[in-house]
Structures are given as C-alpha cells and as structure tokens.
C-alpha cells in the first residue's frame, strides 16, 4: 500500500507542477461530459479478516464532467465532477442456523479526479492520477469511501473540424487508498469499467 500510495502522491505533485510551469496556461483547454458503466465493482480489505463475509459485483455507473487543460505537447492536466452509484451483493458469513442470504447494498460517491492526459499515435491515450473520492451513502453496509484514491487508464480520443471530439477510456479505480474513515481494516472499492464522453474546445 505504500508503494501505491507514494507512486499516486508522485503524479499529483507532478501535475500540479507541470501546470504550473505550462507555457500553454492562456489556452482555454476543453469542457465536456462523460458517463462510465460496462464494467465490475468489488469490495477487498488488504488485510482478510476471519468470519467476514464477501461482496459480488452488481452493477453501477458515473456521470461526470470534466476539463482538460492544456500544459504542452499533447500533455493535460483532467480534472472535473464525478457522481456515481455503485451496487453490490453481500454474502454474509454467519453459522447455519443464522439467516445467510445475500442482500443488496448500495454507495453513492462523489469524486474529483486530478489526474495527467498524455496523447500519442494521434487518436490515442494514457491517464492517470489521483481521485479524492466523497462518500455521499445514506445507508451502506460498506466501510466510507471517502479519502483518495487513484486511478489508470488508456482511451481512444477523435476530434472533428468544429471543435468537438469523442474519446472512449477504459479504465481502473481504486477508491480510498487512503482511507478517512478511521476504520483499521478498512474495505475498499475496486471498481475498472469503460468511460465514454464528449468534449468541445473552448478555443474553438
């Protein structure tokens, strides 16, 4: 876990430095929307613990918007607003005599991603970085998600004459790496699924 976690900070200071020192900071970058979903969702703690019970994917999405800046070279800096709902199944690990069905449970997440865009091959791309993940859940029965995590991903991005381009991303989130919720153990939400959105060019 430390290794992860260090290797996130590492991309986040990164950033923030290579904004900082863009030569492109007057450019007005570009606005868009993106939806996620097609993908699984799992719950893991890095430690096992004995008698917990386990969790199944079920089904989520994430509608999101999100701007890119431009720092140089084919390099930006993605950041945005993302609202999710994850569903999952738990499997509870209780003696015979107990009742053992599995139930539903739900997350509503809040996340802001911070994360670099570098371009290459012309219609391709790699992002990566941080999310500072806000666990919106009334009533879930998995540990709070809120702290930071990170997220890796590689997409397909082709923009038209008028300004607006499409890209698709698959992609792989690891939620609350670093956890707030003061849990020990805490669970964590591994979620890898496929983005796609539309953007325009504020230049344009």
């Known amino acids: 876990m430390k290794t992860i976690t260090t290797l ?3 991309i986040f200071m990164s950033s923030l430095c290579l ?3 863009s030569g492109d900071a007057k450019a007005p970058g570009k606005i ?3 939806y996620s ?3 699984t969702n799992d719950v893991i703690r890095f430690q096992d613990l004995d008698g917990a019970g386990s969790y199944d994917s079920d089904h989520f ?3 999101g918007l999100t701007y890119l800046h431009p720092i140089k070279n084919g390099l930006f800096l993605e950041t945005g607003f993302e609202y999710s709902e994850h569903t999952l199944v738990v499997n509870p690990n ?3 005599d107990m009742d053992g069905e599995s139930y539903q449970t ?3 997440l809040i996340n802001i991603p911070i994360t670099l865009r570098t371009n290459f091959w012309n219609y391709f791309f790699l992002n990566g970085g941080l999310i500072l993940d806000i666990d919106a859940s009334s009533q879930s ?3 709070s998600q809120t702290g930071i995590g990170g997220l890796l991903g590689i997409g397909a991005n082709y923009d038209f004459k008028c300004g607006a381009s499409i890209f698709v991303n698959p992609y792989f989130k690891a939620h609350s790496l670093i956890s707030f919720s003061g849990e020990r153990y805490a669970q964590r939400l591994m979620e890898s699924g496929i983005r796609i959105g539309l953007t325009y060019d504020l230049g344009k």
């Open 19 to 21: 904004a900082q020192e």
């Open 37 to 39: 979903s097609f993908g």
């Open 8 to 10: 996130m900070c590492f």
């Open 32 to 34: 868009g929307i993106s």
């Open 141 to 143: 029965k998995i540990d």
């Open 61 to 63: 999405f994430t509608l």
């Open 106 to 108: 739900d997350l509503t």
């Open 94 to 96: 209780l003696p015979p």
